[in-house]
């Protein structure tokens, strides 16, 4: 497996990080974290771009904690909600389906109550 402590979204050693810290629930991996003001777009809300990050990496971890390395290949992503800074999120992803080197995954970002704010769907393709 390649090392990933660098990682913009789960790295532990990337000062600039979200450090996401992925924890395996059944099928599933989750993680919580509280988002910053530096990763803001407009005042107060997560900028779409690092709700993006955090689902595709959700997804990829996913393969990654059980020995799999994977590519994403495709990720589309619904929108509900404003995501807020400075109040905690979680993050979840599952796995859909299976075929040859092709996977593919669904994740969401939500609220503690499970409040939807983000969707996303992806295609990850086996890793060299």
Excluded: W
Excluded at 56 to 61: F, I, K, L, S, W
Excluded at 70 to 94: C, D, K, N, S
Excluded at 95 to 117: I, M, S, V, W, Y
Aim: proline letters at 5%.
């Amino acid at each position: 497996m390649r090392e990933g402590s660098g990682c913009f979204a789960c790295g532990q050693d990337n000062p600039i990080g979200l450090r996401l810290r992925f924890t395996t629930e059944g099928d599933a991996v989750r993680a919580e974290f509280t988002p910053g003001p530096q990763y803001q777009g407009y005042d107060g809300v997560l900028h779409g771009g690092i709700v993006a990050a955090a689902l595709d990496d959700a997804m990829a971890n996913l393969f990654h904690l059980r020995g799999r390395e994977t590519l994403t290949a495709r990720l589309e992503i619904r929108f509900r909600r404003e995501a807020p800074v400075g109040q905690r999120l979680v993050v979840t992803a599952r796995l859909t389906g299976e075929r040859r080197k092709l996977f593919t995954a669904e994740a969401a970002l939500t609220l503690p109550d499970g409040t939807p704010l983000a969707e996303a769907k992806g295609t990850f393709i086996r890793g060299v």
